[in-house]
């Protein structure tokens, strides 16, 4: 099981292990794409692996049945598709969790993405607590989000809470190289718009929603250079199509504009669009483009409260147009 960069998880993971200190619960948090349920599986990999080494071999029969995701011991539960956890699937997990394991000596359960669990979030952590609380010594409960907020506070004091890093461009670039599925031009273009986040530029390379988004968000900051209204309007109003994209264009809009904030003073830019970003500077200069930034986050958090993306999209144009 390879983890890109993460040097942390990994030593820390090791030493827990060698003395034989393994929690019972664990949290990965960290940004989307960055790994986490990588990690996740890492550290099941790492305590089932028949090396008993605390890093995974990667060439045993329990590390390669984790990689395919194949075995027994390593379950991984699967949110329906707005994100929610079925609570019976949870208390499926806590009455299997009783149950001696199959192979190894430890039984690894993952929930990830538990940000997303908006509806069922609370009920399944309290359904979870017991288990947490009074976990058999075979039960290994790992957790991820996006930040710890997503849990409650009896959860947090009970578990051991670890954070993803983005990779170095350098890292992300040799670990997709590794995969041997994309050409090198396309690759280093790829972490040239998303820096080291693994799993967006994978989706990136894939011409999934994040290659849209970069697209769209491109097209949106040179309506925005070129001052035309109905330009900006229009270029908003196509991002209204798949699910999520127009969340995940404000998202990288959002990085554009923050690098035309820093690129005065001569930061790092981070956005997919770094010469539309100096450009962005010279127009608005870094007053107008903290505000334009302002405008925009405050407008993905209304996404976020489900407010019509009509309506968003309508007031977002006005009021960048206003700047
Ligand atoms: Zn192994």
């Known amino acids: 099981m390879i983890l890109a960069g993460n040097e942390q998880i990994k030593s820390l993971t090791a030493a827990m292990i060698s003395k034989g200190r393994e929690p019972h619960s664990l949290i990965i948090t960290g940004e989307h794409g960055q ?90 952590q309290n359904i979870l607590l017991k288990l947490i609380e009074e976990p058999p010594d075979h039960v290994v409960m790992i957790l991820t989000a996006d930040s710890r907020e997503a849990f409650l506070q009896t959860i947090l004091s009970r578990t051991v809470c670890l954070g993803v ?8 670039i040799s670990y997709i190289g590794s995969l041997e599925k994309y050409e090198y031009s396309d690759i280093a273009q790829a972490v040239d718009s998303l820096g080291g986040n693994i799993g967006s530029c994978i989706d990136f390379l894939e011409k999934g929603l994040i290659y849209n988004a970069v697209s769209k968000a491109r097209q949106v ?22 699910k999520g994209l127009l969340r995940m264009t404000l998202v990288q809009l959002c990085l554009i504009i923050r690098d035309s904030a820093v690129s005065s003073f001569g930061g790092e830019l981070i956005g997919c669009a770094s010469h539309t970003s100096q450009e962005l500077s010279r127009k608005y200069g870094r007053a107008r483009s903290e505000k334009l930034y302002r405008i925009i986050s405050e407008h993905i958090a209304r996404l976020d409260r489900s407010c019509s993306k009509l309506l968003v999209i309508n007031s977002l144009c006005a009021e960048l147009s206003a700047i």
Do not use: W
């Not at 890093?165 to 992300?172: D, M, N, T, V």
């Open 35 to 124: 790994g986490r349920k990588t990690a996740a599986k890492y550290i099941a990999a790492a305590m089932l692996c028949e090396s008993g080494t605390g890093v995974p071999c990667e060439s045993c029969r329990t590390c390669r049945m984790i990689k395919d995701g194949v075995h027994p011991d390593f379950m991984v539960l699967k949110a329906n598709d707005n994100g929610n956890y079925p609570v019976d699937d949870i208390r499926a997990v806590v009455a299997d969790a009783v149950v001696a394991p199959n192979e190894g000596r430890v039984k690894v359960y993952l929930i990830p993405d538990f940000d997303k669990s908006k509806v069922t979030g609370e009920q399944v």
């Open 165 to 172: 890093s983005p990779c170095s461009k350098e890292e992300c």
């Open 221 to 242: 900051a040179a309506a925005l250079l070129s001052g035309s209204e109905y330009e900006l309007l229009k270029a908003l109003t196509e991002c209204d199509g798949a």
